[in-house]
């Protein structure tokens, strides 16, 4: 790279190959992936989900295809080589401007002087990936090659200073400290530069605009070295030089002072390091985490980072071997080796000394090192206490940083290192990232467990791991010989805090542990008899057991939830009492009672009651698995209690519980119709309207006097008579819903509904709008925002024929509406009609994206029979379109599916006269092969097919 670096491919900026800017941002997105992994294979599959983040093409590997032979005219011969199973981006070091940065900085470091840095930097055209930096999966690589950026500038300003040019160093420094005004490491040599310009005034004004900035924004204290920086040219003493990219790992500080080694590397904690080194010396700093989260690790590189800065070093006082409170204090004279001092003198042995006193795995002997560290913050005064612990100290003064597990990223990074230590074979590819990323949530990203896992490698793949994790985490074992007893197994890891816990802590935990997810504190109160269940709650959150999620900005309940790896030990020991049959029928008998308050939608707060109930939907799923196979009854009652849940929402999952429950042949209770309901509404929406009639006969023949459920029956079956067209069977069946619905009923307003549509649709238009206007005023009046959707919806439908633009004004506010609340059944068929009017009004290409939104909204929720119903408004779009064999083509598959309903009124005569149109247009013979191809196309074939052919418009 002698003479100035021009790489081939160019990410520092625009994406570029050489000077010239590549102009399709399809290609420049595929050359921003490859340039993620130079020099490795990128499966095609990743591509091309990478490649078309939002709309990816049905045939995703030809598309790619036809993206790379483009990207290979603007590269040249050579770089983009095929390599199965995808592609991979052959580049020499400097043929990419990232590496080529990194190998400048290196050899810069290696004493190749202040040009390596200068040519690195002209490297930069710009943010890292420009476009796509706010994006996955550049996102964390952009952040890193920003960060590089920022530290070659850092490191350009210190080589100004040890070349003795204070001046050029400032004004570069005061530039870079304008842009990044939080970089300590800016503002420190901001300080040093204008103190060895002869500029202490100054220095001493930079350090306090410096404070100001950190207490008025993060309401932070400068870190040690500022202010050491601070006192040095407050005393008038000549400046230190400053090492210019000074690592923090080395064993020997400049004053002699021992700073421990750091130890295993740091992974997905730059952010907490930066931020526990800035708070050391402003009073105790208590570490706190659950068991093997990293808090040993986090607080020797938190020693490494800052030990140089304590005249005397580092201290580490390993507490775990400590049995009692009487010995910690031992255990510290002992370890700054103060011959000759009394064993529990520990004032004496400090008093006098610039150190840093760690103070290692503190939870078991808390009350001891809490009385110790409130002695030595106020004898000691020069002494700083950095302390690990599963729950605060509760000093004062202390300053607390919780540990939390590692982010998705990290936790990934470290399983694989740890997995390739294990197994040099191992890799991270394409065919198990899934698995890893499953292993590390399995394990709530904890760096303990992954460790332990990662050790498994050599006898198993990801994918095997991941499937005996949920009942094989106790049996994860270190391979090393020499580990802590404490974190040989995963088991031990949580054994040993839950040992350190009063009986009634223990009794709370266990009884938390049957809820599937986090929990609000009445659903604790409904498992848990404790009478002071907030504090034990509150003491259970010190200990890092319990993790709580507070919602001060807006006043919602307060959450708390347990790891994945405490809740099966916690689990296993309430089986082990024989507390776990009680605990979950408290659970199941909680959601039940939960969704008798919440599940009915109706009202002003159908919203709120929506959310609420899937905010809880693990806790549903979790009792109604349980309740099936214990008491069915009791699980048909949670299923029948989410009748208008699943009408809302279309959620499958609500109709695969009441299939399996029929199915089974248990004894349902006073719930059996309402479960036939549920099943009904789902076959109907899956495009089985014959199940769906069998469901309503057989909830109808069962259903007792006064149960919901005839209405809802009665509305269903109103619902299957018009999708078959039976006009005046639709009416009555809707008359009878709203006869036995219950005033204000959601069930009764939604079958009035579908009365004035049989009307409509029969021909008595103005009977049906001045209905659905009155209808909508009473709706107004009631103020239920999930009814809103479909009473414009309404009105817009039966205005559909008469006046197309004022339906197509009430079908767009439809839309919008169901979509700020969740309506998912209002907003697909209020799509349907909006495509189909845009087509009308000769508005295709408005058209065309309704069509594709309607598409997908279907898909998504697995509703067979209005997708169909979507796919007649798509037809007559292309023939608008002039693309009648594709309009042909689809016509034949949707008139070989019955599952969408016969046409009837005006829909059969548009589309009468559509084909009549395409036979004219294109003969009998081209019209008959056409739907020939459509009829033998799958379902999705047939979903693909009118989505390729609206992207291609």
């Excluded at 049959?581 to 959601?591: L, N, Q, Y």
């Excluded at 799923?621 to 699943?646: G, K, M, N």
């Excluded at 006064?706 to 999708?723: S, T």
């Excluded at 079908?811 to 009017?837: F, H, I, K, N, P």
Aim: hydrophobic residues 50%; contains cysteine; charged residues 25%.
């Amino acid at each position: 790279m002698e003479g100035g670096v021009m790489a081939l491919v160019r990410v520092l900026g625009a994406i570029a190959v050489g000077d010239a800017p590549v102009r399709s941002a399809r290609v420049r997105r595929l050359l921003a992936v490859l340039a993620l992994e130079p020099g490795r294979v990128v499966a095609v599959d990743r591509l091309v989900a990478h490649v078309w983040p939002d709309d990816p093409p049905a045939h995703g590997e030809a598309a790619l295809h036809s993206a790379v032979a483009r990207a290979r005219r603007v590269l040249g011969d050579g770089v983009l080589r095929t390599e199965p199973p995808g592609y991979v981006l052959d580049l020499p070091p400097d043929g990419l401007d990232a590496t080529a940065a990194v190998v400048l900085r290196d050899r810069s470091r290696s004493g190749g002087g202040v040009d390596l840095l200068d040519e690195a930097l002209a490297l930069w055209r710009g943010p890292a990936f420009a476009e796509f930096a706010d994006e996955d999966p550049f996102r964390p690589v952009a952040a890193r090659l920003d960060e590089l950026r920022a530290d070659l500038e850092d490191a350009r300003a210190q080589a100004d200073l040890d070349l003795g040019r204070p001046g050029d160093a400032v004004a570069r420094l005061e530039e870079l400290v304008a842009a990044a005004p939080f970089r300590e490491r800016r503002r420190e040599l901001l300080v040093e530069a204008l103190h060895r310009a002869g500029r202490a005034g100054d220095a001493l004004a930079a350090v306090a605009a410096h404070r100001r900035l950190l207490a008025d924004e993060l309401g932070l204290d400068p870190g040690p070295e500022m202010r050491r920086l601070e006192a040095r040219v407050l005393a008038g003493a000549p400046a230190p030089e400053v090492a210019a990219n000074a690592p923090f790992v080395a064993l020997e500080a400049a004053n002699g002072a021992f700073v421990p080694p750091p130890g295993p590397a740091l992974l997905g904690r730059d952010t907490a390091l930066a931020g526990i080194t800035a708070a050391i010396g402003d009073g105790p700093v208590t570490l706190v985490g659950p068991g093997g989260v990293g808090k040993t690790t986090l607080a020797r590189h938190v020693a490494a980072a800052v030990g140089g800065a304590f005249a005397d070093g580092v201290v580490v006082t390993e507490l775990a071997t400590v049995t009692a409170g009487t010995e910690v204090a031992p255990a510290v004279v002992a370890a700054v080796g103060a011959p000759g001092a009394a064993g529990t003198d520990v004032l004496a042995v400090l008093r006098g000394r610039r150190l840093l006193l760690v103070l290692d795995n503190a939870e078991h002997v808390v009350d001891a090192v809490a009385a110790l560290v409130a002695d030595v913050g106020a004898a000691c005064p020069t002494v700083a206490v950095l302390a690990t612990s599963r729950e605060p100290l509760g000093v004062p003064g202390e300053r607390v940083r919780p540990v939390p597990p590692l982010a998705e990223e990290a936790a990934v990074a470290l399983f694989v290192e740890r997995a390739a230590a294990a197994d040099p074979a191992f890799v991270l590819s394409d065919g198990n990232r899934d698995a890893v990323t499953e292993v590390c949530r399995l394990l709530d990203r904890l760096p303990l467990a992954l460790e332990l896992a990662a050790a498994r490698m050599r006898v198993l793949s990801p994918a095997e791991l991941a499937a005996d994790l949920p009942g094989q985490r106790r049996f994860l074992r270190s391979p090393h010989r020499g580990a802590d007893l404490r974190h040989r197994t995963l088991h031990a890891v949580v054994d040993w805090s839950y040992r350190l816990l009063s009986e009634r802590e223990r009794d709370v935990l266990c009884r938390l542990a049957v809820f599937a997810g986090s929990v609000t504190l009445p659903a604790a109160r409904a498992v848990a008899d404790d009478p002071d269940l907030d504090g034990v709650l509150a003491d259970l959150v010190d200990k890092s057991l319990v993790t709580a999620s507070v919602d001060h900005a807006r006043g919602g309940p307060s959450r708390y939830a347990l790891l994945e790896t405490v809740r099966a030990y916690a689990r296993e020991r309430l089986g082990e009492a024989g507390g776990s049959e009680a605990t979950r029928r408290r659970h199941a008998d909680h959601v039940l009672a939960f969704l008798e308050r919440e599940g009915a939608l109706a009202g002003p707060d159908a919203a709120r009651r929506l959310a609420a109930v899937t905010a809880e939907w693990d806790e549903v799923r979790a009792a109604v698995a349980w309740s099936t196979e214990h008491d069915p009854a009791h699980a048909a009652a949670i299923t029948a209690r989410l009748v208008d849940v699943a009408e809302v929402r279309m959620t499958p999952e609500i109709f695969a519980w009441a299939d399996a429950l029929l199915t089974s042949g248990a004894d349902l209770g006073p719930a059996h119709a309402a479960v036939h309901a549920v099943a009904a509404g789902g076959a109907r929406f899956a495009g089985d309207l014959e199940g769906a009639g069998a469901h309503v006969a057989a909830g109808r023949a069962v259903v007792a006097p006064g149960d919901r459920a005839a209405a809802v029956l009665a509305y269903l079956q109103a619902e299957l008579d018009l999708f078959a067209g039976r006009v005046p069977e639709c009416a009555r069946a809707a008359a009878e819903a709203e006869r036995l619905a219950a005033a204000g009923d959601r069930v009764g307003l939604l079958a009035v509904g579908s009365r004035l549509l049989a009307a409509a649709y029969g021909g008595d238009v103005a009977a049906a709008e001045a209905e659905a206007d009155a209808l909508a005023a009473t709706v107004r009046g009631i103020g239920d925002p999930l009814l809103a959707p479909w009473i414009a919806y309404l009105a817009g439908e039966v205005r559909a024929d008469r006046d197309p633009a004022g339906a197509l004004e009430r079908m767009e506010e439809a839309v919008r509406l169901a979509r700020d609340v969740g309506e998912q059944y209002a907003l697909g068929v209020a799509l349907v009609t909006v495509t189909s009017l845009r087509a009308r009004a000769r508005d295709t290409a408005a058209a065309a994206r309704s069509a594709l939104a309607s598409l997908e909204h279907w898909r998504g929720t697995g509703n067979r029979t209005h997708q169909w119903v979507g796919l007649r408004g798509v037809a007559e779009l292309l023939a608008e379109d002039r693309r009648d064999e594709l309009a042909a083509e689809l016509l034949g598959g949707l008139a070989a599916r019955r599952s969408g309903g016969p046409l009837f009124g005006p829909d059969a005569a548009r589309l009468a006269t559509l084909r009549e149109s395409l036979a004219a247009r294109l003969g009998d013979d081209v019209l008959a092969r056409a739907a020939r191809r459509g009829a033998a196309r799958d379902d999705e074939g047939l979903v693909d097919l009118a989505r390729e052919a609206l992207r291609e418009r």
